[in-house]
């Protein structure tokens, strides 16, 4: 899933995955994939690992959390 799509600049909150990947996180905070992991490994923005390959997972409340919104629930 893409976060943003070209037809569209708005990204609704429930449109986002629980599991967001790098690619994801990045386009909506608009910023590099780097930043991404480098927060991660700083602690700002923890990673779930998944997988033998150990690829990234990013929690939806923890990236809405860092932007200072609080989901609806």
């Known amino acids: 899933m893409s976060v943003s799509?070209?037809?569209s600049n708005k990204v609704s909150l429930a449109d986002l995955p629980?599991?967001?990947t790098i690619r994801e996180v990045a386009e909506l905070l608009?910023?590099?994939p780097l930043t991404i992991k480098?927060?991660?490994?700083?602690g700002?923005?923890?990673a779930?690992?998944?997988n033998s390959r150990g690829d990234r997972r990013y929690r939806k409340e923890v990236?809405?959390?860092l932007l200072g919104v609080e989901e609806e629930k």
């Not at 480098?38 to 700083?42: A, M, N, S, V």
Request: proline share 4%; no cysteine; glycine share 4%.
């Open 30 to 32: 608009r910023i590099s």
């Open 48 to 50: 779930i690992r998944i």
């Open 18 to 20: 629980d599991l967001m």
């Open 5 to 7: 799509s070209k037809s």
């Open 63 to 65: 990236v809405l959390r």
């Open 38 to 42: 480098r927060w991660g490994k700083k």
């Open 44 to 46: 700002k923005l923890p």
